[in-house]
């Protein structure tokens, strides 16, 4: 680590608050924090990015060393793989210096052959005959310090384009509406939505969504162009505060779908695509503990609902239901229950259907074919990695033949390719490019291993670690790592590759993925028994996978940095206070580090929705304790802590930035020797960072620097 020079922390002023719940008063000296207006909170907010531009001023060089890494490795003028819909393909294109990408189609050209699914793969740099250019985000986003493209869904003849744009980092964004025909944006304008836009068949009417005083999305609107918004009308109104809704149209066009869903529960209404005017229908009331979730297909020539749901399934059943459905009665097993594989979503096409699951920890494309009588084949998409993932994407067509899929390891860049049903063959359409590096040579994958090992957890569960490193690293302590982890939510950390982390490898630093409890990958159980009044065992499983580590020989405490965000932040908030001595460093990026305060206010952010995740602390004694206990905020102590990055957004809506700024507050103020306990507050960013590559590039600079200098190769 390289010797910094003295510089004095802020400190943040004293102004008891106190909390009483429960018979248990908590005096909070840093509640003030959350006037987010208040001139002594942004002072305070500047005052710790100054600190931290201080304290690693010394790091600037390798910053830009690393940042110049990153745009040497990346092909910046690119073209993503085409997805056809209707007669057009559809693409993407980045331009070299420009911060975002830009949107564009070119004519399909049908000759009745396979041909027609066969994506044009033009030279990035060249002409695409007929290319039209629909959203040039870079204009978009021009006199913004922010900005970010919320949706862009053409309308089903292809001669709109409904897009939202967001230049605050608050994710409200305004839908607009632009010709294609003309390249005119029409007046149509309706601020403050999600984002998303849903047309109906005919492109005449908008869906779309909004959210309440708690940022719950609650109300679903329908919107008819050349109208004016206030004339819009709320189609379906969420009340239940633990529900959120969201409105979708199936790939067959078939169907508008309503979705409203809690933490355990879902509901669906659906109303033909064709009659944007009628009512919407419940395809299956309610019920408490159960999820389930429809698809429209078309079996053996009759219209169908698929239907994967939980009932009496905890790793969820696949079934079968008549188009007008009103009841699980009519629920129809189609693929039963399977306690080593856990279904997560499926797809349905005019000629198969696509099941995306996972077991023992990785992910599995199922091919379901269809027949003139009903279900034909089913297999399995096989691949020979030890460790991946892959998962269906860019598959807008009802009737293509062909499922794009995209493919990655921790060592090899993520590819698309096109599975042809037919022959079952697949066909390489692109592999993200990384360039050759003037100091580091040209990309080779055999220059780094990857792994899967498993920690055991203080229950006895085994945990798994994906690992990558370079090649040949010895296991003998030596090697610095980065390990990563999340749990929460039944989100899946599956390996992925990045090429900012080559600049890790490069320098002899291995880069590890703790798959612990709370999380998804290893079933429904894995994620019940990280959440609720087992959400200790999250924690837990991330300090038996950094000591499992360490015994094995991979790494040593003193080499060893933990990273985790938002709710894999609370994460690195509580192992800070477990396991200090286990880290040389820990990254919390906008964590969720004053748990129970958020979930004890009901007025704050999508608090209620939380609770069947965290527990209502708020009515319930046992939870309050529970989570008082592992709190991060709450449980500083008078203890060495190793040194910490913490980076937050001022305009984050999910996790708000006065947790972390409390949070540092609280640790300067209690723990010993806290020079090294950082804080970087973007000032206008929201909850994924900051905007525009090259933004996003050195602010993930900034953060690989700091964690080289804290593992000694900076």
């Known amino acids: 680590m390289t010797d910094v020079q003295p510089v004095s922390p802020p400190v943040a002023k004293r102004v008891p608050h106190s909390r009483t719940h429960h018979g248990d008063t908590f005096v909070d000296d840093y509640e003030w924090l959350r006037d987010k207006e208040s001139p002594d909170t942004l002072a305070y907010l500047e005052a710790e990015n100054a600190y931290t531009e201080a304290r690693t001023a010394h790091l600037a060089p390798l910053r830009e060393t690393i940042f110049s890494e990153i745009k040497a490795r990346t092909l910046e003028t690119d073209l993503s793989v085409p997805s056809r819909i209707g007669r057009f393909w559809y693409y993407g294109r980045s331009i070299e210096g420009k911060q975002y990408g830009v949107s564009c189609r070119c004519p399909a050209t049908d000759t009745g052959g396979p041909e027609d699914w066969t994506p044009p793969s033009p030279s990035p740099d060249a002409d695409v005959p007929g290319e039209e250019v629909l959203l040039d985000v870079n204009a978009l986003a021009e006199g913004h310090d922010f900005f970010s493209l919320g949706t862009a869904s053409v309308s089903p003849d292809g001669t709109l384009l409904a897009f939202s744009t967001d230049t605050v980092g608050n994710e409200r964004f305004l839908l607009q509406v632009k010709d294609l025909r003309t ?12 984002g998303g836009a849903t047309w109906d068949l005919a492109a005449t009417t908008l869906f779309y969504t909004t959210v309440d005083d708690a940022w719950r999305p609650d109300k679903v609107w329908r919107h008819v162009l050349g109208t004016p918004v206030s004339d819009d009308v ?39 695509a064709a009659d944007p005017t009628g009512e919407f229908r419940v395809v ?28 009496d399934a905890e790793n969820y059943a696949l079934a079968v239901a008549p188009l007008d459905a009103t009841g699980h009665e009519q629920w129809e097993p189609l693929l039963p229950h399977d306690p080593a594989v856990r279904l997560e979503d499926v797809d349905a096409f005019a000629t198969h259907l696509v099941v995306s699951q996972r077991s023992e920890g990785l992910t599995q494309l199922r091919v379901i074919e269809l027949t003139a009588d009903g279900l034909g084949e089913d297999y399995l998409v096989g691949f020979e990695d030890p460790v991946y993932t892959v998962g269906s994407g860019g598959n807008p067509e009802f009737h293509q033949p062909t499922i794009r899929l995209g493919y990655t390891t921790m060592a090899t860049p993520p590819a698309v390719y096109d599975f042809d049903v037919p022959t079952r063959t697949l066909h390489l359409r692109k592999r993200t490019p990384v360039l050759p590096h003037p100091d580091h040579g040209p990309f080779d994958p055999s220059r780094y291993e990857q792994h899967r090992t498993w920690a055991a957890a203080p ?82 499983d991330f300090v038996a996978c950094a000591e499992h580590l360490v015994g094995e020989g991979w790494t040593s405490p003193d080499r060893l940095v933990a990273e985790g965000g938002s709710a894999g932040g609370l994460l690195m908030g509580a192992v800070a206070n477990l396991a200090p001595h286990q880290f040389a460093g820990i990254v919390a990026d906008v964590p969720f ?55 937050t957004s001022l305009h984050d809506t999910r996790v708000l930035y006065v947790e972390p700024a409390k949070w540092v507050a609280r640790l300067r103020a209690v723990a010993l020797d806290t020079h090294d306990v950082l804080l970087k507050a973007q000032m206008s960013a929201g909850h994924g960072g900051v905007s525009g590559r090259y933004n996003a590039w050195r602010d993930r600079a900034f953060t690989l620097a700091w964690v080289l200098d804290r593992v000694g190769r900076a």
């Open 593 to 647: 580090v004053d748990p129970l305060t958020t979930i004890l206010d009901p007025s704050l952010p999508l608090t209620v929705v939380e609770w069947e995740e965290w527990g209502n602390p708020l009515d319930d004694p046992e939870v309050y304790a529970y989570m008082k206990g592992y709190s991060p905020y709450e449980n500083v102590e008078a203890k060495r802590y190793p040194p910490i990055l913490a980076e």
């Open 284 to 311: 299956t009331p309610r019920r408490q503990g159960v999820e389930y979730g429809i698809e429209h297909a078309v079996i053996a020539s009759e219209d169908r609902l698929l239907v994967l749901h939980n009932e």
């Open 183 to 194: 390249g005119e944006v029409l007046p149509d304008q309706v601020p403050d939505t999600l």
């Open 234 to 272: 709320v189609v379906h109104h969420e009340t239940d505060e633990r529900f959120w809704t969201s409105v979708g149209r199936t790939r067959s066009d078939r169907l508008i779908v309503i979705g409203s869903g809690s933490k355990t529960t879902t509901e669906y209404r659906v109303l033909d």
């Open 459 to 540: 229950d006895g569960t085994r945990v798994p670690v994906s690992l990558v490193l370079p090649a040949g690293s010895p296991r003998d302590g030596s090697t610095p790592f980065l390990l990563y982890g999340y749990g929460s939510y039944e989100d899946s950390m599956d390996p992925y590759f990045t090429i900012s982390r080559l600049s890790l490898l490069d320098r002899g630093v291995g880069f590890a993925i703790a798959h612990v409890r709370g999380g998804g990958e290893m079933g429904r159980r894995w994620y019940d028994e990280g959440k609720l009044l087992a959400k200790r065992n999250t924690f837990t």
